[in-house]
């Protein structure tokens, strides 16, 4: 006779980040990122902290992708706003602006000074490969949850607009006003 085995305890949810915990979170963040802060984002909030699961990231950057204005910055408001109200919000938003706006203006006048140097063009060409690499690797990582369980029809959907914009090269606003209204249409038949 098999003792089956005993049940593994329940993972504990981590605590709800306090405001300076939000403000270092997103600080942290806007020092890593250059050419985007959405793998770091992703990162930070999922990875790390463990604050949202993949799905509850993925929601979140569907929904702020829709809001106007930079979509990393709508996601530090909407995140913080859900955990510490319009005090969380604010503190999230300073954390990923502050930082970011101090560097970037010592960059830019170092550059201003030394821009014409042949090996910091060559340096600049290195980051916007490693930033193309961060953009594929977290494409990857959004998309994983996508294709968990039964696959539906929203990796075919993100293939024919990548084939659209991508390589057919059509006007990104005809896409996706068909693409739009054919994805809500396509979710809302699945949850049927």
């Known amino acids: 006779m098999s003792v089956p085995a005993p049940a593994q305890p329940a993972q504990p949810a981590p ?13 942290i963040v806007s020092l890593s990122g250059f050419g985007g802060v959405l793998a770091w984002s992703h990162r930070m909030l999922v990875e790390q902290r463990k604050w949202m699961t993949p799905a509850e990231f993925n929601d979140a950057f569907a929904l702020c992708q829709v809001l106007p204005g930079p979509t990393v910055i709508n996601l530090s408001v909407v995140f913080g706003r859900q955990i510490g109200g319009i005090p969380g ?8 602006l502050v930082p970011g706006f101090a560097v970037i203006t010592v960059f830019a006048f170092l550059y201003a000074r030394y821009g014409d140097i042949e090996a910091l063009q060559r340096m600049f060409t290195g980051m916007a490969a490693a930033a193309a690499g961060l953009t594929i690797s977290t494409g990857a990582k959004v998309a994983r949850p996508m294709f968990k369980g039964r696959i539906g029809l929203a990796p075919f959907v993100a293939l024919s607009i990548l084939v659209a914009v991508g390589i057919m090269r059509w006007p990104i606003y005809w896409v996706l006003a068909i693409a739009m209204p054919a994805s809500i249409a396509i979710a809302w038949w699945g949850r049927r």
Not at 16 to 27: G, N
Not at 89 to 96: E, H, M, Q, T, Y
């Open 89 to 96: 919000a604010i503190a999230a938003l300073f954390g990923l």
């Open 15 to 27: 605590a709800a980040p306090t405001l300076f915990e939000l403000f270092v979170a997103f600080a």
